[in-house]
């Protein structure tokens, strides 16, 4: 016969560790109330394991929340980075080859768009490695202890990730390369399901190394003077991104309007619809980021002014 409490200590794991440590035991104490020492029945157990799959989701959207520090506005910045990058990729893979496409490449609107996106791109790098190298020093300096292995934890899970990622792009362009341009646009199914496995991992690598900036930034202490600075880098840095999103939600707009066929994959001119899922999710991330960053911009400069007037003399 199967033990109940063993059934309920499997559902207690449902819930993040930290409430666990904080809360288990009381919880433990309620349910053995409410049972009485009856087998606990299937209509307590799934409200229990709906509460800590709630308790769980709640932790992971915490770790995306920027809270109410200077460094808020920053930490937006940041994701709508990450935003950026996802949607940008998917971009440039949808708009492959939209030079080719006389109706987009002798537009000069759609020439200006994609130089801003380059330049605003590798700007935006920029200043994510500045803020890295400002908080470096910090990082090193911290204590051993809980803050330090929560930061740690999330730079071993960005560099597992990413050392996968660098290999099977590596796997994925030999791949490729052994391919005719029809199977790798969407020919060979194999390859299909392969690139898109490749595409999650990338999404799931830029979510991680953006977890474990936020991390970072909330868990080192940093001086007045680098707060301030690491401030002016997240405003250039947010303008940037917007500067790349909204460059590519244009470009993206414009050739749904001038040359829908582009986008639904025939010739252009096609009647087929553009909207299909990869660009209703491409056009969702990027507004995400062109939303988050204009949010980041205002966070910033708003915290900027606020500290202009708190230094002038009255």
């Not at 910045?77 to 971009?91: R, T």
């Not at 087929?272 to 949010?295: D, E, H, Q, R």
Request: glycine fraction near 8%; hydrophobic fraction near 50%.
């Amino acid at each position: 016969m199967r033990n109940p409490n063993k059934s309920i200590e499997q559902l207690l794991r449902i819930y993040p560790r930290e409430w666990r440590v904080r809360y288990g035991d009381e919880l433990k104490v309620t349910i053995e109330d409410c049972l009485e020492g009856n087998p606990p029945t299937l209509s307590f157990l799934i409200p229990l394991a709906l509460s800590g799959a709630k308790q769980r989701f709640a932790k992971y959207l915490s770790a995306f929340s920027p809270g109410s520090s200077p460094l808020s506005g920053t930490m937006l910045g940041i994701i709508a980075w990450a935003f950026a990058l996802i949607g940008c990729s998917s971009f440039v893979k949808l708009s492959e080859h939209w030079r080719n496409v006389p109706k987009l490449s002798k537009l000069p609107i759609e020439l200006i768009f994609s130089d801003v996106l380059r330049v605003s791109g590798l700007l935006s790098l920029l200043c994510i490695f500045a803020g890295a190298a400002f908080s470096a020093p910090y990082y090193f300096k911290m204590p051993k202890g809980p803050s330090k292995k929560k930061v740690n934890r999330r730079i071993i899970w960005f560099l597992l990730l990413a050392s996968a990622f660098i290999l099977s792009t590596i796997a994925l362009v030999i791949f490729a390369h052994h391919m005719n341009s029809i199977a790798r646009n969407g020919g060979n199914p194999f390859f299909v399901g392969v690139f898109l496995t490749w595409g999650t991992l990338y999404a799931v690598t830029v979510i991680a190394g953006c977890l474990s900036c936020l991390e970072g930034i909330r868990q080192i202490k940093f001086s007045v003077q680098t707060i301030n600075i690491q401030v002016k880098i997240g405003l250039f840095g947010a303008i940037f991104v917007a500067a790349i999103s909204l460059s590519a939600l244009l470009m993206l707009f414009l050739m749904v309007v001038k040359a829908p066929g582009f986008l639904s994959g025939g010739p252009a001119g096609h009647p087929g619809s553009p909207w299909k899922l990869i660009t209703v999710l491409t056009s969702g991330a990027l507004s995400m980021a062109f939303g988050l960053s204009v949010m980041s911009v205002l966070k910033t400069s708003r915290y900027t002014l606020a500290k202009r007037m708190s230094s002038r003399p009255t």
